[in-house]
């Protein structure tokens, strides 16, 4: 067998008549009359392709294994169908089960099934409809990010996974090391001195690529990362992951202005070519998920975004009139109940808000000339809240340092950070956008837990 095969998604566009082979797994079975009705998927589109079995064609030792779940490869000839909604199928004079599966203990049925136990078996969601038009929409969506960037210039690069550095100052991190051994049911810490791990000091799992990005931007001009990131915050929430992907541009000579033409440009353009290329996927997401989803994509595709600074959201929020959960004040971190009522219910579309208060931003943004806020941008989407952070950072060695020594942070860890801005600082800027958060809003899904493989939270890290 070779790799290169007729797909199901081109099987259904063959004219009747066509001898092939099609392969894949069982979805449903029916029998009638003697004739046995096959839905086969392979994952390659929405829709499934027909296979009908005649009677007598196939053993009786064979067709008695094509249930749900079962793998397969059908021979036969392409037919025109009677039945509506599909062209053609494939009326079937061989087959070969690769692999079988037990209807009694195969846990994907016809009927459906809650999200909460789609979870449990993430290793068989996949062949579900839901879940498998989820990640053919990740794969096209990976796709046109990498086609954005190549084709504006920039460099793919690759950051390390495993750092020194906290790159947000939030100390939300995963610590790598050597000195666990396993221990019965627990562990034994083998030294409790880092200069006898295995790097010879504290490392961790990266928080964000950025600070190694900018390292990349300020020599080759334009790069972007596209890679996994590790919080380990606490949050069970349907917004929160411990593990996932974020796309990080970097731009030398660039200031916070082009920093928003680009995420807009960025957002709309990906979700752009999403319209474009995975119709039947989009389809089903709007009919069976989220109502108003092909709606609400073409409004940010077709709709500038509002730019608003954070003190006038501030303002607004306060005059709403609206009773949040919790409260606005000057100088609050923005929660989702705020950023969704900014977008859908007072601008009507995503709203880029700037110049937030520096004791809620990073220590890297470049600060404003009135002390109290930073340069720093946030894309706000309806239904989903913030999509993309950025900001244009600081170039300025004694700013920078003045900020570090603020904020408490350790300055020698940071030597090698601060010299780009000893040897040769240029203006420069970017953002992290976080994929599975895209995914949640072009899908409709509710869990960001549903728009990954393998989801890792507080107290689940299975497979």
Not at 86 to 111: I, N, S, T
Request: aromatic fraction near 10%; hydrophobic fraction near 40%; charged fraction near 25%.
């Amino acid at each position: 067998m070779d790799y290169r095969r007729t797909y199901v998604r081109d099987l259904l566009s063959l004219k009747p008549g066509a001898k092939t082979a099609a392969f894949g797994w069982v979805k449903t079975r029916r029998d009638s009359k003697g004739i046995s009705f096959v839905q086969l998927s392979d994952g390659s589109g929405q829709k499934d392709l027909q296979v009908v079995i005649p009677e007598g064609s196939i053993p009786d030792t064979i067709s008695s294994q094509l249930t749900t779940g079962a793998c397969v490869r059908f021979d036969g000839e392409i037919v025109e169908s009677p039945a509506a909604g599909q062209p053609v199928e494939l009326r079937a004079d061989g087959c070969e089960v690769y692999g079988p599966a037990d209807p009694a203990a195969y846990p994907l049925q016809k009927k459906g099934a809650s999200w909460e136990f789609l979870r449990e078996i993430a290793h068989l969601r996949p062949r579900g409809n839901t879940f498998g038009a989820v990640f053919r929409l990740r794969n096209a969506a990976a796709f046109a990010i990498h086609e954005f960037f190549q084709s504006r210039g920039f460099l793919y690069v690759q950051t390390p996974i495993i750092t020194a550095s906290d790159a947000e100052g939030a100390g939300a991190l995963f610590a790598v090391s050597t000195l666990l051994e396993a221990h019965g049911q627990g562990y034994k810490l083998q030294s409790p001195d880092p200069a006898q791990d295995f790097f010879g000091k504290p490392a961790y799992l990266t928080v964000s690529g950025q600070l190694e990005a900018e390292c990349l931007a300020l020599a080759l001009t334009n790069v972007y990362t596209f890679g996994p990131t590790f919080r380990a915050e606490n949050s069970n929430s349907s917004r929160h992951l411990a593990e996932f992907w974020m796309i990080e541009p970097e731009m030398a000579f660039c200031d916070l202005e082009g920093n928003m033409n680009l995420a807009e440009e960025f957002v709309r353009e990906v979700i752009g070519k999403l319209l474009e290329r995975c119709g039947p996927d989009l389809d089903f997401f709007n009919l069976r998920i989220e109502p108003e989803l092909l709606a609400t994509l073409r409004h940010v595709v077709e709709s500038p975004f509002e730019r608003l600074p954070y003190t006038e959201a501030i303002k607004m929020l306060e005059a709403s009139g609206e009773a949040f959960e919790y409260s606005v004040h000057w100088g609050c971190d923005l929660q989702s109940e705020h950023e969704r009522w900014l977008t859908e219910k007072k601008v009507g579309r995503p709203v880029i808000l700037t110049d937030y208060p520096k004791e809620i931003k990073a220590f890297y943004m470049r600060a404003n000339d009135d002390g109290k806020t930073v340069r720093a941008m946030d894309v706000l989407a309806p239904r989903i809240g913030e999509i993309v952070g950025g900001s244009q950072r600081e170039e300025r060695l004694d700013k920078i340092e003045a900020r570090i020594t603020e904020m408490g942070l350790p300055m020698e860890a940071y030597g090698w950070y601060l010299d780009l801005r000893r040897f040769g600082s240029a203006p420069h800027s970017g953002f992290g956008l976080g994929f599975e958060r895209l995914m949640m809003y072009v899908t409709g899904m509710k869990n960001i837990r549903d728009v990954i493989p393998f989801y890792r939270t507080p107290g689940s890290a299975e497979f």
